[in-house]
């Protein structure tokens, strides 16, 4: 009587599934129980701090890009538009 490869996996599956029940159904302990102390709470003076009673300052400038000395912006950069395939669906006369 020779044992099937399906016979020996089944018996493996049990070994392993029994193994991973008793270690499941064990009693678990710890060996030392841990307790949460509590601090006691003391808050800590607020500094004081001087008000901003002025304006904000100006903003830098808004473009990062330019030299620091231009005072005027950059003409508009032309731009090459990609070519465009020819249409491949005819348009329908509307007459």
Not at 23 to 29: R, V
Not at 30 to 50: N, Q
């Amino acid at each position: 009587m020779a044992i099937r490869k399906e016979q020996v996996l089944a018996l493996l599956t049990l070994v392993v599934a029994a193994l991973v029940a008793k270690g499941a159904l064990s009693e678990f302990t710890l060996g030392k129980s841990f307790t949460a102390k509590t601090k006691e709470y003391v808050p800590t003076a607020i500094k004081a701090t001087a008000l901003v009673t002025a304006a904000p300052p100006a903003a830098g400038r808004a473009n990062f890009c330019t030299e620091p000395g231009e005072t005027r912006p950059l003409p508009p950069r032309e731009l090459a538009l990609p070519a465009r395939a020819p249409l491949s669906v005819a348009a329908l006369p509307l007459d």
